[in-house]
């Protein structure tokens, strides 16, 4: 099993930035790809950027020129930071591993998710 805790969601003025922050702990063997999410009421929950092992990135075209996403490999945690806040950026947002973890003598392969983290963008 795989636990993902994120912070740093919180309310933001439209313009303003915000920092997310995951972090992955459990049997880890290796994580293939970390990504962000987001599900704003009412709607459903859409990808917002993924990052590689390799570190490859991508984006929704929503974010793209205002949010980054990186991670650091060794620490299995991965980050958002969030430039340009809209209102329509308003969501919970949630971390997601597609991970490898030891089970046993072998491994598993599965797909985990935070609990998610609420950022608001409203004067």
């Known amino acids: 099993q795989v636990q993902l805790v994120e912070s740093g969601g919180g309310l933001v003025q439209p313009g303003g930035s915000l920092r997310l922050s995951c972090a992955a702990s459990g049997n880890i063997f290796s994580i293939y790809f970390m990504r962000w999410y987001r599900q704003a009421p009412g709607k459903q929950r859409e990808l917002v950027a993924v990052?590689?092992?390799?570190?490859?990135?991508n984006y929704a075209d929503s974010v793209k020129g205002r949010f980054t996403i990186s991670r650091d490999n060794a620490k299995h945690t991965v980050s958002l930071q969030m430039n340009s806040l809209k209102p329509e950026d308003t969501a919970i947002y949630y971390c997601?591993?597609?991970?490898?973890?030891?089970?046993?003598?072998?491994?598993?392969?599965?797909?985990?998710w935070g609990q998610g983290t609420q950022v608001t963008v409203s004067s």
């Open positions: 997601n591993a597609d991970a490898r973890t030891k089970e046993g003598m072998g491994s598993r392969r599965g797909d985990y």
């Open positions: 990052a590689t092992t390799g570190g490859n990135t």
